[in-house]
């Protein structure tokens, strides 16, 4: 068991952290991380900057003890030896769920891909980039992934090449941008980005592509790095910034750059996976599953009925910016009235929109008040001791259902901030809690077990797809803090690849100098929802929010839930009850 570092000494450090990783211009012993506007994805980010700090957490120590202080007393040492069998980085791995899913969508996929900006320093020289470059493609295996038969086959054989065998000269494009002003370039970055990605190659191990418009001795440049979506997503891009930083450190120091390796590797968690999904208490996951896929004919509240679902994705896309005066409370204020996260929030606010939405298109109310919704979770959970995923690169994105019953809702008392909205955020923070494993276990039984597979695809999906990516500063004008004016980590598809849902939700929130912003990406199929309809649901998702941010403002408001408490058959009325007795009694 490693030590425990000096408790004064893990305060200062988590008290500096804190501040960094949310953004907040200082954090005290007592504050609060998801009082802060933390979240899960952030908390694997804390994570991976104590470690580099010397401080051993995990993300459950982050999201249970949650205060500066409480996190410093259950701070641990790094281990000072290496594990006696270490796991598999390199060869042929097991496809995980959400690479099945993604072949399972039967349409090009080869420049699939997600992309960051970051600003570069002023004289950076070519080969110092390279060498950064390289550090991260030799540190991180996943960079190093190849699908020998190519994404075109019916069925991928991913193999994870050694150290060295990628080379980021043969992937750094630079292009002289001396006279290119601020304002440009956006546009010229994209189009640079636009042809980088046509020279992605699955079959070949071209995982990744590297822009760099060079400004010269006296300006930032720019850098774009695209990379295959097989082999990142939102959190690998957080680690991955990181080392861009601290990779420069070193070489400023004179220093060869040597990134922390993952303490679980890429090909580890495939094999774990694999073995995770044929487990007997993963099985007896299955009946629930199949239970919260059941068909609801309610539009949007049920299974996709077309086959393809088929977007014209130029057209069929809009984003939309929820301000600051709104996103600041809800996102930091909302989640604490229940004990909750910022994913309970978002999702009662879609919830709700979709219900009130659902009448306004004539399709009338449901006893239940049922409201499916097709889920993504980062997927990087602690399923046994010993896994430490904050380091570790790669597709990682869990997608399982989620049934929200919130009964009878009077959809206009929510829409003003009224009692329903706190009812229902109880109810879908519950809904949510229910879940074990948050959700992982839905891809493992569908894709990975051949007795519990058949009869989950047979249950279809979701009508809609929401996923929330986590917050992201965008204000930052120091090195290799990310540019202005680019999408951070959105998914880039191919033309001609089909939609998994009928209507798809990506959302994050931007850190920038307007202050904090939750931004949404609408994409839909137009061969199952026209444009109106879509933004008719955009604009009431937008409103229940703000009745979601408004109600967090009201006195007297929020409150346990069940699964706050130890006591087992509580209900929430039972809890609402005492709250009640006992406001009496002060």
Known sequence: MPDAPSTATAEDTLRALFAEVLGVPEAGPDDSFTGLGGDSILAIQLVSRARLAGLVLSTRDVLRKDTVRALAA?????????????????????PTPIMHWLRELGGPVDTYHQSLVV?????????????????????????RLRLPSGTASAVWEPVIEPPGSVAAAGLLVRTDARDVDDAALPEVMKRHIAMARGLLAPQDGVMVR????????????????????????????????????????????????????????????????????????RMAEAGAWQETLRTDPAPLGGICALDRLAPERAECTFTV?????????????????????????????????????????????D??????????????????????????VGW????YPVRFALGAVDTDDARSGGAAVGAALRQVKEALRAVPDKGIGHGLLRHL????????????????????????????????????????????????????????????????????????????????????????????????????AAHAQRPGTG?????????????????????????ELL
């Open 74 to 94: 259950a701070a641990r040492e790094p281990e000072r030896t290496a594990p006696a069998d270490p796991p598999q980085r390199t060869g042929r791995i097991t």
């Open 119 to 143: 600003r570069t320093p002023a004289g950076l020289r070519q080969d110092a980039l390279e060498t950064i470059l390289q550090a991260l493609l030799d540190t991180h295996d996943a960079l």
């Open 396 to 399: 990682f994105t869990s997608v």
């Open 367 to 392: 006893d239940e008040g049922a409201v499916l919704v097709d889920l993504e979770g980062h997927g990087r959970e602690e399923l046994t001791e010993g896994l430490d995923l904050s380091r570790t």
């Open 321 to 365: 910016t929820l301000p600051s005066e709104v996103t600041v409370p809800l996102l930091t204020g909302a989640p604490s009235l229940v004990n909750g996260t910022v994913n309970d929030v978002l999702l009662t606010g879609l919830a709700l929109a979709v219900l009130a939405w659902r009448r306004g298109q004539g399709g009338g109310a």
């Open 210 to 281: 590297a822009v760099w418009l060079d400004r010269g001795p006296g300006r930032q440049g720019r850098l774009a790095l695209l990379a295959h979506h097989l082999v990142v997503d939102g959190v690998s891009w957080r680690i991955l910034q990181d080392d861009l930083v601290t990779c420069w450190e070193a070489l400023s120091r004179g220093e060869e750059p040597r990134p922390e390796p993952a303490r679980t590797p890429f090909a580890h968690w495939s094999a774990v996976l694999a073995t995770e999904a044929g487990r007997g208490r």
């Open 449 to 548: 077990n051949s007795l519990t597979g058949p009869g989950l695809a047979a249950r279809g999906i979701p009508g809609i797809g929401f996923n929330y990516l986590g917050r992201f500063p965008m204000g930052d004008e120091a090195d290799w803090a990310a540019a202005p004016g680019h999408d951070f980590a959105l998914d880039s598809a191919d033309e001609g690849l089909p939609m998994a849902h009928a209507v798809e939700v990506n959302s994050a929130a931007h850190e920038g100098p307007g202050g904090l912003v939750l931004t949404a990406t609408w994409t839909w199929a137009d061969n199952a929802y026209r444009a109106e309809q879509v933004r008719a649901l955009a604009d009431e998702w937008f409103a229940m929010l703000t009745a979601v």
């Open 559 to 583: 409150g346990l839930t069940p699964s706050d408490v130890s006591l087992s058959g509580i209900s929430q009325a039972d809890l609402d009850d005492f709250a009640s007795q006992l406001g």
